[in-house]
């Protein structure tokens, strides 16, 4: 049954490319980082043999939508231009949709001409940008004329300067109000297929970050799909002192306390290990006894 979408439920299907994704059971987000210095998988991917057998994978593993990016956004990442991230991104994208033309792609971009690009030339079905329109002030005209689904993240600053000592005075508090003055300038320009992503690791601390999963159910106010992407990060890595190597069981750890709390997109590395954290998790929550504690 198609969740109902009404003005006191939470919007639950996205359309991509004229068929709807129905988020109402959470779904999978694979990364794709063709960055050479993305923080955990930077530089893997060198050849189109291991890129193609990294989709295939993560496909047959249960991917939902395949995210691909080609600008490193860890902290401190080298800004490249927009000339370079088409070079990296353009030949991955002409090969994986010719490879798997059924796969819903996310291009992981804050730029408005290469959003417009991708869309274009490739039929991307969703762009995923870091800055929610911060960093470029036409992006947000450009998904209103694009007419695709767009996640809008939140981060202090920018992938150089982000952890360099983030502060809120109160993390949720001012997230909410972030993405509220957001949601109603993208819906007044008549972008409806939305999905909030609270940025962990940009521009939070480590306390930050557990504040904002501890609470991520507030975030059901604005009745739009919630993505979390806390796969392999620092806030696994600092607390149990160990690599992004080493992150895979605090990462499902994590991504588990999201599912109960309400997130219905995992960006994720791992996506065998992150299917089997949604089904346990909705067995989990489906769990209950007739007449029992009435």
């Not at 993305?38 to 994978?57: H, P």
């Not at 299917?275 to 989990?284: A, D, Q, V």
Request: charged share 20%; aromatic share 8%.
């Amino acid at each position: 049954m198609q969740p109902k979408d009404t003005f006191f439920s939470r919007k639950l299907t996205i359309n991509c490319g004229g068929e709807l994704l129905n988020l109402s059971q959470p779904k999978i987000m694979g990364i794709l980082n063709i960055a050479p210095d993305s923080f955990y998988d930077g530089g893997k991917y060198a050849s189109q043999e291991i890129f193609l057998e990294r989709v295939s994978t993560m496909i047959n593993d249960g991917c939902d939508i395949l995210d691909i990016g080609a600008y490193s956004s860890r902290p401190g990442a080298e800004n490249i231009t927009s000339d370079e991230e088409l070079q990296r991104l353009l030949p991955v994208l002409e090969i994986v949709r010719t490879e798997f033309p059924g796969i819903i792609i996310s291009v992981d971009t804050f730029r408005s001409e290469i959003a417009k690009k991708v869309v274009a030339d490739f039929n991307v079905n969703i762009i995923n940008d870091i800055s929610a329109g911060d960093m470029d002030d036409k992006m947000f005209e450009t998904i209103a004329g694009l007419n695709v689904p767009y996640i809008l993240m939140h981060m202090q600053g920018n992938p150089q300067s982000m952890q360099n000592n983030p502060q809120y005075n109160n993390v949720i508090q001012e997230l909410l109000n972030y993405f509220s003055e957001k949601v109603e300038k993208l819906k007044l320009l008549g972008i409806n297929d939305l999905i909030i992503d609270p940025g962990f690791g940009f521009g939070k601390t480590v306390d930050h970050n557990y504040q904002i999963l501890k609470y991520l159910d507030d975030f059901k106010i604005f009745e739009l799909p919630v993505l979390v992407g806390l796969s392999r990060k620092s806030m696994i890595n600092k607390i149990l002192d160990i690599s992004s190597e080493e992150a895979l069981n605090g990462t499902t750890v994590l991504n588990t306390l999201a599912l109960i709390n309400g997130a219905n997109i995992l960006r994720v590395h791992d996506v065998k290990e992150a299917k089997e954290s949604i089904i346990l998790t909705n067995t989990f929550l489906n769990a209950k006894i007739d007449n029992w504690h009435e």
